[in-house]
Every structure is written in structure tokens, then in C-alpha cells.
């Protein structure tokens, strides 16, 4: 999906966007607001004005990917079948021009061409226990830390909710660095323990049957620490140093992939208040577990704008992954229809309980081969409700008519999720800036791999060319 790059702007271009990104955010607000499980209860088609119904009604999945989405599938041309009204193309033209982009600036190499579920940029010690994506991640995330390292002079990577240590093993282990991991799970600190000394192993075994490899440094295993990092206060074991530096105070670089809510945060403070900190790279996720208030905002700038408030419902949609989603309407595959399978699930429930709205509903297995009746049976047991209900066949049959309808409102709200990110991580890029530090954000990953795929690297120190060294995939 096309964007706006964070790098192509100064800080009065970055304080101008978060103004546009507020005013766009606060016109739309009732589509994000919706929950797409209310779609029959809220009658949520007709919220939308009436030009966009008719542009939108009948439309199949492949062709709102194409059309609304933006995303055509490969060599597909976007022809649209109506002109279509001036409000909604440029509610499309909106959402693309304001969103940071998601492509890399760079040409990434098919690693997983050969084999799509083996990276070959990672030796074969590496990839045990890791899924591709996660090989993409840990090796995207773990060379651009390297870089930055060498960059800053820093002595010491810490890896904060380092979960399983895939991400510390590679740097400590393939890429030389001296790693403390720390997580606040007890039981994945152990897993991270136990993984380190397979790989140690495997990497032992691998020397002996090729005696031309030699290891020309000590290997250093990451040092793994259990302790949970307040957002709201400095943690002092973040920032002890492995190792007593030969001159001077340790030089930290601070490392989290998709640091979970308030965890991101938690980097940024501890980036801006700590001397020893001279080096950040964050990717975060899961937003609408930031703490409201005091995850966001965190800039002046964006705390003093009118509708900069983001709603728990915002944040959530903001982690939606778009191309993911881009590609399931380009297949226009029946696991569509969950959806609006789940729509009409919530007409009933509010009919036998009116009170209960939007319960948690557990995974229903292969809801695409059940008919609706059969579904809400099953949901209507998962919520605690008597599966024997006696249910409006037809009721639910015109509920299911209006599949397209549901696709077409969720994709809308999808459309939009990106403004969301983008001004969070712009609220964090202006937090930085006002406290006289550099940042920038750069997409690391693959968006069709990780969604989440905008690392936000800080340093203490111009930037300047290393961007480009940072951004360039090596051969």
C-alpha cells in the first residue's frame, strides 16, 4: 500500500500530519468506532451515506480489494464498474496519502523461495523452533541492531520481552553481540535457557563436520533475566551493565520486537532518561493494550490537538494486518463469511439476553462448512445460552444474503486502521523530537509477513547516512 515516509519529513511536516491525521480521524470516527459483530443489531450499512452504499452494494471480495482497497491481485487492472461518488475515492485517496508506507525501500531477497518454510539467509541452527516469519524477523531486526551498534559504539544490547530468545539467540550467537534478554515470564525465560544451549550445540556439531568455519571470536550466549519492566518507572537491572566497560559507562542499545503495549513505551522513557541508553530500535504492536492515560499520548504536540483521543476500539483495529486481509478478498475464500456469521450470532443473543453485548465467542472450528443455523448453535453454547433457542430461519438466511455488505464495512474500517498506527507512532517520533533526540521510523519487514513491520530507531547522536546504511538489505 502506498504511504508517506516518516524520513521524507521535517518536524513541522511531522506536526502538520498528526493536525490532518486528527481532523481525518474525527470525520470518520463512526466508522473505527463500529464493531463489525454489530453490523445487523446497529444496522450499520445504513450509517454509511447513501452514494457509498450503492457504490459499495454488490461488490465481491476481489474487486473491493482491488477497488477500495487498492491492492489489485497480479496483473489485475482497477476498472471501476460505476463512477463512483467524489467522497468516498477520496476517503480512499486520504488514507493512502497519510499513511506511513509499509514497503520496505529496498528490494528484499526471496528467502523463502526455495523453501517457504526455511529462510535462506539464516543457517539451519538458527531456524529450529522458529517459524518463517519469525526467521524473517529476527534476522531483519537482529542486522539492523548490528548495524546500529556499530554506529553508536554501543558495548551492550538489551533485548526487553525477549519471550523465547529467538531474537537474542541470533544476535548474541550469529551476529556477535553482548545480549541481556529480559522477559517477565519465569517459564519463557527457562524455554530461552534450555534453546540457548541446543543451539550452542548445534553450532559445535556444525564446526566439527566443517572444519573450514572457524569461529574467530568467543561466542557469548545472551544473559537472560526474569523481572517485569514497569512502564512507569526505571528499571535498574535494564541498565547494569554485563561487563565493567574498559573506559567509561556502558553504551546500551535498547532492542524490542513488538513490544507488547505499554512495553514500547516503557523503551522510549527509559531511551529518554537514561545516559547510558544511546540507541533504540522498537517495533511495537498490540496497541490497544497502551494504557489510557499515559501510553498515549506521550508528545505536547499531540496531547494539545483537538480529537486526538484514541479509544481502546481505534487502537484495536489499528494491529489489523491490511495485506493479509487485501489477499483473503483476492481469494474470496468461504472463511469470509465468518464475519457476518458472527453478526447474526449477536442478533440472537441480544434477543435472549438484551442486556449482553459482544460477549467473547472461543474459536468455532471450520465455521466455513457449517450452515448459519448450526453456528449460532454452537455460539450460542460458548456464550452460556440454551443452543436449543428456537431461531428465525429466515431472520438468519436475510442476515446471511448480506455477506458482501459485511465484507465491504469491515474493509472500509480497514482502509482506515492505518491512520491509527500512523498517528501513534508519530506521537512517539514527536515525543522523541521535542526532547532534542533523533529519530526516524523505517519499514523493516515484509507488511505480507508482519503487519507490523515499522521499526522506530533513536539515537542520542545525528543520524545523518546511517539511515541508508540501516535501511539497505545486505546480499
Given at each position: 500500500?502506498?504511504?508517506?515516509?516518516?524520513?521524507?519529513?521535517?518536524?513541522?511536516?511531522?506536526?502538520?500530519?498528526?493536525?490532518?491525521?486528527?481532523?481525518?480521524?474525527?470525520?470518520?470516527?463512526?466508522?473505527?468506532?463500529?464493531?463489525?459483530?454489530?453490523?445487523?443489531?446497529?444496522?450499520?450499512?445504513?450509517?454509511?451515506?447513501?452514494?457509498?452504499?450503492?457504490?459499495?452494494?454488490?461488490?465481491?471480495?476481489?474487486?473491493?480489494?482491488?477497488?477500495?482497497?487498492?491492492?489489485?491481485?497480479?496483473?489485475?487492472?482497477?476498472?471501476?464498474?460505476?463512477?463512483?461518488?467524489?467522497?468516498?475515492?477520496?476517503?480512499?485517496?486520504?488514507?493512502?496519502?497519510?499513511?506511513?508506507?509499509?514497503?520496505?525501500?529496498?528490494?528484499?531477497?526471496?528467502?523463502?523461495?526455495?523453501?517457504?518454510?526455511?529462510?535462506?539467509?539464516?543457517?539451519?541452527?538458527?531456524?529450529?523452533?522458529?517459524?518463517?516469519?519469525?526467521?524473517?524477523?529476527?534476522?531483519?531486526?537482529?542486522?539492523?541492531?548490528?548495524?546500529?551498534?556499530?554506529?553508536?559504539?554501543?558495548t551492550q544490547v538489551v533485548d526487553v520481552g525477549s519471550g523465547q530468545g529467538h531474537l537474542s539467540r541470533f544476535m548474541a550467537l550469529g551476529l556477535g553481540l553482548m545480549v541481556k534478554s529480559?522477559?517477565?515470564?519465569?517459564?519463557?525465560?527457562?524455554?530461552?535457557?534450555?534453546?540457548?544451549?541446543?543451539?550452542?550445540?548445534?553450532?559445535?556439531?556444525?564446526?566439527?563436520?566443517?572444519?573450514?568455519?572457524?569461529?574467530?571470536?568467543?561466542?557469548?550466549?545472551?544473559?537472560?533475566?526474569?523481572?517485569?519492566?514497569?512502564?512507569?518507572?526505571?528499571?535498574?537491572?535494564?541498565?547494569?551493565?554485563?561487563?565493567?566497560?574498559?573506559?567509561?559507562?556502558?553504551?546500551?542499545?535498547?532492542?524490542?520486537?513488538?513490544?507488547?503495549?505499554?512495553?514500547?513505551?516503557?523503551?522510549?522513557?527509559?531511551?529518554?532518561?537514561?545516559?547510558?541508553?544511546?540507541?533504540?530500535?522498537?517495533?511495537?504492536?498490540?496497541?490497544?493494550?497502551?494504557?489510557?492515560?499515559?501510553?498515549?499520548?506521550?508528545?505536547?504536540?499531540?496531547?494539545?490537538?483537538?480529537g486526538y483521543e484514541l479509544p481502546y476500539r481505534l487502537r484495536e483495529g489499528a494491529c489489523h494486518a491490511l495485506e493479509e486481509y487485501a489477499e483473503r478478498l483476492q481469494k474470496a475464500g468461504?472463511?469470509?463469511?465468518?464475519?457476518?456469521?458472527?453478526?447474526?450470532?449477536?442478533?440472537?443473543?441480544?434477543?435472549?439476553r438484551p442486556e449482553l453485548h459482544r460477549p467473547g465467542v472461543q474459536g468455532i472450528p471450520r465455521v466455513h462448512e457449517l450452515k448459519i443455523e448450526e453456528y449460532v448453535q454452537q455460539g450460542?453454547?460458548?456464550?452460556?445460552?440454551?443452543?436449543?433457542?428456537?431461531?428465525?430461519?429466515?431472520?438468519?438466511?436475510?442476515?446471511?444474503?448480506?455477506?458482501?455488505?459485511?465484507?465491504?464495512?469491515?474493509?472500509?474500517?480497514?482502509?482506515?486502521?492505518?491512520?491509527?498506527?500512523?498517528?501513534?507512532?508519530?506521537?512517539?517520533?514527536?515525543?522523541?523530537?521535542?526532547?532534542?533526540?533523533?529519530?526516524?521510523?523505517?519499514?523493516?519487514?515484509?507488511?505480507?509477513?508482519?503487519?507490523?513491520?515499522?521499526?522506530?530507531?533513536?539515537?542520542?547522536?545525528?543520524?545523518?547516512?546511517?539511515?541508508?546504511?540501516?535501511?539497505?538489505?545486505?546480499?
Amino acid at each position: 500500500m502506498p504511504g508517506i515516509s516518516a524520513r521524507g519529513l521535517s518536524h513541522e511536516g511531522r506536526k502538520q500530519l498528526a493536525v490532518n491525521l486528527t481532523r481525518v480521524l474525527a470525520l470518520y470516527r463512526s466508522i473505527l468506532d463500529a464493531y463489525i459483530i454489530e453490523f445487523f443489531t446497529d444496522n450499520l450499512w445504513d450509517t454509511l451515506p447513501c452514494s457509498w452504499q450503492e457504490a459499495l452494494d454488490g461488490l465481491k471480495p476481489p474487486q473491493l480489494a482491488t477497488m477500495l482497497l487498492g491492492m489489485p491481485g497480479e496483473g489485475e487492472v482497477v476498472r471501476y464498474r460505476s463512477v463512483w461518488p467524489l467522497t468516498l475515492l477520496a476517503l480512499k485517496s486520504t488514507a493512502c496519502a497519510l499513511a506511513f508506507t509499509r514497503t520496505p525501500g529496498f528490494q528484499t531477497p526471496s528467502e523463502f523461495l526455495e523453501n517457504p518454510s526455511q529462510s535462506s539467509r539464516l543457517t539451519a541452527p538458527f531456524r529450529k523452533h522458529v517459524r518463517p516469519k519469525k526467521q524473517h524477523e529476527i534476522r531483519r531486526l537482529g542486522e539492523l541492531v548490528k548495524k546500529l551498534s556499530d554506529f553508536t559504539g554501543c558495548t551492550q544490547v538489551v533485548d526487553v520481552g525477549s519471550g523465547q530468545g529467538h531474537l537474542s539467540r541470533f544476535m548474541a550467537l550469529g551476529l556477535g553481540l553482548m545480549v541481556k534478554s529480559i522477559d517477565g515470564d519465569q517459564r519463557l525465560v527457562e524455554r530461552a535457557q534450555h534453546l540457548d544451549q541446543e543451539l550452542l550445540q548445534a553450532l559445535e556439531k556444525e564446526e566439527k563436520r566443517n572444519p573450514q568455519v572457524v569461529q574467530t571470536s568467543p561466542r557469548h550466549s545472551p544473559h537472560h533475566v526474569v523481572r517485569w519492566v514497569d512502564p512507569t518507572a526505571l528499571c535498574e537491572e535494564l541498565l547494569l551493565p554485563l561487563e565493567n566497560p574498559c573506559q567509561g559507562r556502558a553504551r546500551l542499545l535498547l532492542t524490542g520486537l513488538h513490544a507488547c503495549g505499554d512495553l514500547s513505551v516503557a523503551l522510549l522513557r527509559h531511551f529518554s532518561c537514561c545516559p547510558e541508553v544511546v540507541a533504540l530500535a522498537s517495533v511495537g504492536c498490540c496497541y490497544m493494550k497502551l494504557s489510557d492515560p499515559g501510553g498515549y499520548p506521550l508528545s505536547q504536540w499531540v496531547a494539545g490537538l483537538p480529537g486526538y483521543e484514541l479509544p481502546y476500539r481505534l487502537r484495536e483495529g489499528a494491529c489489523h494486518a491490511l495485506e493479509e486481509y487485501a489477499e483473503r478478498l483476492q481469494k474470496a475464500g468461504p472463511g469470509l463469511r465468518t464475519h457476518c456469521y458472527r453478526a447474526a450470532l449477536e442478533t440472537v443473543i441480544r434477543r435472549a439476553r438484551p442486556e449482553l453485548h459482544r460477549p467473547g465467542v472461543q474459536g468455532i472450528p471450520r465455521v466455513h462448512e457449517l450452515k448459519i443455523e448450526e453456528y449460532v448453535q454452537q455460539g450460542l453454547q460458548r456464550v452460556g445460552l440454551d443452543p436449543q433457542l428456537p431461531l428465525n430461519l429466515a431472520a438468519l438466511q436475510a442476515h446471511l444474503a448480506q455477506e458482501n455488505r459485511v465484507v465491504a464495512f469491515f474493509s472500509l474500517a480497514l482502509l482506515l486502521a492505518p491512520l491509527v498506527e500512523t498517528l501513534i507512532l508519530l506521537d512517539r517520533l514527536l515525543y522523541l523530537q521535542e526532547q532534542g533526540f533523533h529519530a526516524e521510523l523505517l519499514p523493516i519487514f515484509s507488511p505480507q509477513l508482519s503487519p507490523r513491520n515499522l521499526v522506530l530507531v533513536a539515537t542520542k547522536m545525528p543520524l545523518g547516512q546511517a539511515l541508508s546504511v540501516l535501511e539497505t538489505e545486505d546480499s
